[in-house]
């Protein structure tokens, strides 16, 4: 089945990866505690970690006693913020296309897209760490 708003499997696992490092509270949370309980590979969320550390949202710690924790305080870090780590920044276009103007008369979608995004930003924008865990 097919979905019209899709989102990367890397900006899934960094946005649930954070909370759970958030309700960790403090704690050091290793990738394979995380691929446990995401189900995903160790590897993809190695990676997806990596660019959260580059992000300076975690600080990391290698070793068997190693994991992650937030570099800040829950609070001050958005949904937002985990996304954009992983995808760049998110443009206020709504063509999908990236078009000034429509090839047709009138968009097919009648800005919905624009407009789903939008939401869909100031959502994550407004959603913090600390709330969700």
Same mark, same amino acid.
């Given at each position: =089945?097919? @979905?019209?708003?899709? #989102?990367?499997?890397? %900006?899934?696992?960094?946005?649930?990866? =954070?909370?759970? #490092?958030?309700? %960790?509270?403090?704690?050091?949370?290793?990738?394979? @505690?995380?691929?446990?309980? $995401?189900?995903?590979? @160790? *590897?993809?969320?190695?990676?997806? =970690?990596?660019?959260?550390?580059?992000?300076?949202?975690?600080?990391?710690?290698?070793?068997?006693?190693?994991? !992650?924790?937030?570099?800040?305080? %829950?609070?001050? #870090?958005?949904?937002?913020?985990?996304? &954009? %780590?992983? @995808?760049?920044?998110?443009? *206020?276009?709504? +063509?999908?296309?990236?078009?000034?103007? +429509? /090839? !047709?008369? =009138?968009? #097919? !979608?009648?800005?919905?897209?624009?407009? $789903? $995004?939008? &939401?869909?930003?100031?959502? /994550?924008?407004? $959603?913090?760490?600390?709330?969700?865990?």
């Amino acid at each position: =089945m097919s @979905e019209l708003v899709q #989102i990367s499997e890397a %900006a899934l696992l960094a946005l649930h990866s =954070m909370v759970l #490092i958030a309700q %960790a509270k403090g704690g050091w949370v290793s990738v394979h @505690e995380m691929a446990k309980q $995401t189900g995903a590979s @160790e *590897n993809h969320l190695a990676k997806v =970690m990596q660019r959260l550390t580059r992000a300076n949202l975690v600080n990391s710690v290698r070793g068997p006693k190693g994991g !992650f924790l937030l570099a800040q305080d %829950a609070s001050k #870090i958005f949904l937002l913020d985990i996304y &954009e %780590a992983i @995808e760049g920044k998110v443009g *206020n276009g709504s +063509c999908p296309f990236h078009k000034e103007s +429509c /090839l !047709f008369q =009138m968009c #097919i !979608f009648h800005g919905l897209i624009g407009k $789903t $995004t939008a &939401e869909l930003v100031k959502h /994550l924008a407004s $959603t913090s760490l600390e709330s969700m865990a």
